[in-house]
């Protein structure tokens, strides 16, 4: 998700490439996928949850408490490992026109106001690069 890192997916596709002057950065927090938390946290709270009790109404009732909860402490888990820190970069185009992207955080490019850029799009995607 860095200006400077693809995914193999990526490779040998053709780019567009404009050239601009970066006029504004912020740092941003890119949040990770909670889904496969939430999934694998419900499913083991729904299993520990079904051993309460010791009748048919109230396993039921510890199943769907324990994947609730289960669900909802899976995904903020998920979420806190994935988050990672990003950066908002404006970008005044030559062309004219602006535009403002969101990429990882990469030491290998520290981005500064003022710097001349590369500007890569390739379908839906867009990234910052020197």
């Known amino acids: 998700m860095t200006g400077n890192t693809y995914s193999r997916d990526e490779t040998r596709q053709a780019q567009s490439v404009r050239m601009g002057r970066i006029t504004d950065i912020h740092p941003v927090k890119i949040e990770g996928n909670s889904t496969a938390g939430a999934i694998i946290g419900g499913i083991a709270g729904g299993a520990l949850g079904s051993n309460i009790g010791s009748g048919r109404t109230s396993n039921t009732a510890g199943a769907i408490g324990g994947a609730l909860v ?61």
Request: hydrophobic fraction near 35%.
């Open 70 to 130: 289960g669900g909802a402490l899976g995904s903020h888990a998920q979420q806190a490992m994935q988050s990672r820190k990003g950066i908002e970069i404006t970008v005044r185009l030559d062309e004219g026109g602006s535009l403002a992207v969101v990429q990882e955080l990469s030491a290998s490019e520290p981005f500064r106001v003022g710097d001349r850029v590369r500007v890569l799009s390739t379908g839906s995607r867009t990234r910052v690069a020197y």
